[in-house]
């Protein structure tokens, strides 16, 4: 953990220099150095500390709906309860699923039916210096590994996400794939730099949508490729939603645009060749309670009188993958 900095040196070293890496470093320094003082983090990172090396021989599986690193029978029995309980003490995994040495984690979501949906329309990411904004364990970052990206490079700012990816690297030990605790609003100016660009179930969080698309639309160089998913409300009018208090019992989610207003936001900020790939209702088949969550799923977001409405009342969710081009 504490040689982050020096990892993410080593991954851009085909690239430098680089006029932004001290900067990045240094900001990745003092997330660690804050989350050292914190308890849950503490306790992370005992739980990292205490589990077993990587095996020789060991193989991962990218191509499968579950990531799967490792066999059944590698470790020894001791070994499994480390890994076991280190892994139910990083809950919730809301992303996955996955699969540790035969030992399967049902996540929150079925992250691999989004994977599904879009993985077949985007530009191929062989070669390509990819970012993954809000990603979480990592989920998508290693689906990534199977198309050979150059870089596969994560933003995850939420500490428990952060050390599962951490837990899930010390196994797979990926050569071109890290992830940083940082907000993608914490990066120094990365003009142009990135090829592919995920920013999938954060839009709704953001509390000025169209400046973060045109910061996005910085970090791309031309031509390059926006992939981004969020949450939308029906209709073909250029409108928004801003939900009053709540939204399916978030308190943090701003703007609900239809999917003509979403468009219109990415060619106002620096897009083009936008174009809609998918438009799909949350079911109990993609998001649900598991042994792997502690906390409230989709059923308990939504009205139980009326499933197409959540319990305050509007549009039950719905995601609209869309992908764009950096002009």
């Given at each position: 953990?504490?040689d982050l ?10 690239w430098?220099p ?8 240094q900001?990745c ?10 308890r ?5 990172l005992e739980l ?5 090396p990587?095996?020789a ?5 990218f191509t499968g ?44 979501w ?10 077949a ?12 904004v ?6 998508y ?18 500490a ?11 196994f797979?030990?990926?050569p071109r ?10 990066l ?13 179930g ?8 169209l400046?973060s ?18 949450l ?21 989610v701003?703007?609900?645009?239809t999917v ?11 897009f ?5 790939i ?5 079911t109990n088949?993609?998001?649900?309670r598991?042994?792997w ?12 009188a ?13 995601r609209?993958?869309?992908l764009?081009e950096?002009?």
């Amino acid at each position: 953990m504490n040689d982050l900095a020096h990892q993410l040196e080593g991954l851009l070293q085909p690239w430098q220099p680089l006029p932004w890496l001290a900067p990045l470093q240094q900001c990745c320094r003092q997330r660690l150095q804050r989350w050292q003082r914190d308890r849950k983090c503490q306790q992370y990172l005992e739980l990292l500390a205490s589990l077993p090396p990587a095996p020789a021989g060991l193989t991962c599986d990218f191509t499968g709906a579950a990531v799967r690193i490792g066999r059944a029978g590698q470790l020894d029995s001791a070994a499994m309860e480390a890994l076991q309980l280190a892994l139910f003490g990083l809950r919730p995994w809301r992303k996955g699923p996955f699969e540790l040495f035969g030992l399967a984690i049902e996540s929150e979501w079925a992250s691999n039916l989004k994977w599904d949906r879009l993985s077949a329309a985007i530009a191929p990411l062989q070669g390509r210096r990819v970012l993954d904004v809000g990603s979480s364990n990592g989920y998508y970052l290693l689906r990534m590994q199977a198309a050979s990206p150059a870089l596969a490079l994560g933003l995850e700012p939420y500490a428990t996400f952060f050390h599962q990816f951490c837990l899930l690297q010390h196994f797979a030990c990926l050569p071109r794939c890290l992830s940083l605790p940082l907000k993608f609003e914490e990066l120094p100016e990365m003009t142009g730099f990135f090829d592919t660009l995920f920013h999938m179930g954060v839009l709704y969080h953001l509390r000025a949508p169209l400046d973060s698309l045109r910061a996005l639309r910085r970090c791309l160089r031309r031509g390059g490729e926006l992939v981004l998913e969020t949450l939308v409300i029906p209709g073909e009018q250029p409108l928004t939603l801003t939900p009053v208090e709540r939204y399916a019992k978030m308190n943090n989610v701003y703007f609900l645009p239809t999917v003509t207003a979403l468009q219109i936001w990415l060619e106002r900020s620096g897009f083009e060749r936008v174009r809609c790939i998918d438009v799909s209702r949350t079911t109990n088949a993609e998001q649900r309670r598991t042994a792997w969550i502690q906390t409230e799923s989709l059923e308990d977001f939504l009205d139980p009188a009326d499933p197409d409405r959540t319990v305050e009342g509007y549009p039950a969710p719905r995601r609209a993958l869309l992908l764009a081009e950096a002009r």
